[in-house]
């Protein structure tokens, strides 16, 4: 019979937020562990750096040597709030530091934690060949009594492979495959990793689970439900989570298209809805559409195993569905300002899928970018953490470095990430410089009333 997710003891982490500021050593009965972490990666570097932080001795594996070569001088080759910092503080502790010899660094190391991506294949399903690789490597050098944690998000089934690929390999049962999915939201990562809602911990060897949820222990202060659970049921819970995320965006933007269209504000309508605790406020504002690294390559893969079983799944499709029409929805919000979208000049502000992210993967902005330039628009956009990813995804855009200069001579003003410092922008002035005063406010981030002040044709995503 399979094992029931079960929430363990009630856990503490973090002093305050999240526990950037130096503090006293750690005393009492938890000791710190020799950990590895295989990836320097999004997941793997907030992972690395915050399990230092708990007071673990950490080795964090990066092959790429440019990647490395910053890592290990303190620098991030991408942007993610309060994470540089943290680095910074474990590298000079002396307790974090990254290498790129992965079967030196798994030496003496109690637990391996695999953070490797798992991108979309182009079937759609999950493209396991970076596990792959990693998991021949350590097949040859891990050793009894270690356990190996997939943070990585793997289909289900997954870890029931490695145990046997380990088996034939030598390995029999010595070493321990545990799940410990994550759940950090890209731009909030820090803050994720020291207040998590919930821990997720699945494994059928209750000494190894013991031992995952003791890494955890040792920088705990708020109370923290860990779910214990089997292999399969921990790499499941991490996509249902991640397609039901998907499917309140779905729902509120087409909510947001209702409202738009019986004259109904879509933000109040949310507001109170999210205010039913079966429901819940989070993922409940309507916007341009659900990207990033996650919620698009989780929800295909569910989709195709449940194909692959021959499960006949209808929300999560029609979820899909609905997110690609969202794209065009706000191309004809622009479309309906701008009387000849050929030879238009549209003003870009924002190019991540969100906000305190340099991640393009996915972003919403591509394909809205797309279908602007393809009918003859020319777009000029700024972002303050995009720029490498920019150059290669959207090389036909004009790229600037100041948000004024991409009202100048502008047909119409399109926001499409919620950096807060839009917000703060001059928006009199960015009116004196555009061609046609025209704004569509895909994050309904800006005040109606001052615009429409400024004399802005406004369109916002379910406030019309």
């Not at 070569?69 to 080759?77: D, E, K, M, N, Y």
């Not at 503080?89 to 798994?106: N, T, W």
């Not at 050793?143 to 997954?158: A, D, E, M, N, R």
């Not at 002035?429 to 802005?456: C, H, Q, T, W």
Request: hydrophobic content about 40%; some cysteine; glycine content about 8%.
């Amino acid at each position: 019979m399979k094992k029931k997710p079960r929430a363990l003891e009630g856990l503490k982490i973090g002093n305050s937020d999240y526990p950037l500021e130096d503090t006293a050593p750690l005393s009492g009965p938890l000791q710190g562990m020799k950990i590895c972490v295989v990836g320097a990666g999004f997941v793997g570097t907030v992972a690395a750096a915050g399990f230092a932080r708990f007071g673990h001795q950490v080795v964090c594996v990066e092959k790429d040597q440019n990647r490395l070569s910053l890592l290990r001088s303190g620098q991030l080759p991408y942007f993610e709030r309060d994470l540089e910092e943290l680095v910074r503080r474990e590298l000079a502790s002396g307790r974090l530091v990254f290498d790129s010899d992965l079967e030196k660094s798994v030496e003496g190391k109690k637990a391996v934690f695999l953070t490797v991506g798992t991108p979309s294949s182009s079937g759609g399903r999950a493209d396991l060949s970076a596990l792959q690789e990693v998991i021949s490597a350590l097949s040859r050098k891990m050793k009894s009594g270690q356990i190996l944690v997939l943070k990585s998000t793997v289909p289900v089934g997954t870890a029931e492979i490695i145990k046997k690929y380990f088996s034939q390999n030598g390995k029999r049962s010595e070493i321990e495959v545990i799940n410990n999915p994550e759940f950090l939201r890209e731009g909030n990562a820090v803050f994720d990793f020291f207040n998590p809602p919930r821990i997720v911990i699945g494994g059928n060897s209750g000494e190894a689970i013991e031992t995952i949820s003791h890494i955890y222990k040792m920088g705990m202060t708020k109370s923290v439900p860990i779910y214990t659970t089997d292999n399969r049921t921990a790499e499941m819970i991490k996509y249902a989570s991640n397609v039901f995320l998907a499917t309140k965006v779905g729902f509120v933007n087409e909510l947001a298209r209702l409202c738009d269209s019986v004259g109904v504000n879509a933000l109040e309508v949310a507001r109170a809805i999210g205010a039913d605790p079966r429901i819940g406020h989070q993922f409940l504002e309507p916007g341009p559409g659900w990207g990033g690294s996650c919620l698009p390559k989780d929800l295909q893969e569910f989709i195709g195993l449940a194909d692959s079983l021959g499960v006949s799944l209808f929300i999560p499709r029609a979820v899909s569905e609905a997110n690609l029409y969202q794209f065009e929805h706000i191309y004809l919000k622009v479309k309906n300002l701008v009387e000849n979208i050929a030879g238009a000049r549209i003003g870009v502000l924002g190019l991540t899928f969100k906000a305190n992210t340099s991640d393009l993967r996915q972003s919403p902005a591509i394909p809205i970018i797309t279908k602007l330039l393809d009918n003859g628009a020319e777009v000029t956009a700024y972002d303050p953490a995009a720029d490498d990813e920019a150059k290669s995804l959207l090389p036909d855009i004009i790229r600037v470095d100041d948000p004024y200069k991409t009202a100048e001579g502008a047909d119409c003003m399109l926001i499409l990430t919620e950096w807060s410092d839009f917000q703060l922008l001059d928006w009199n002035r960015i009116s004196e410089i555009m061609k046609s005063k025209n704004i569509v406010d895909a994050r309904n981030i800006l005040p109606p009333e001052l615009l429409k002040r400024y004399g802005f044709n406004y369109a916002s995503i379910g406030q019309n």
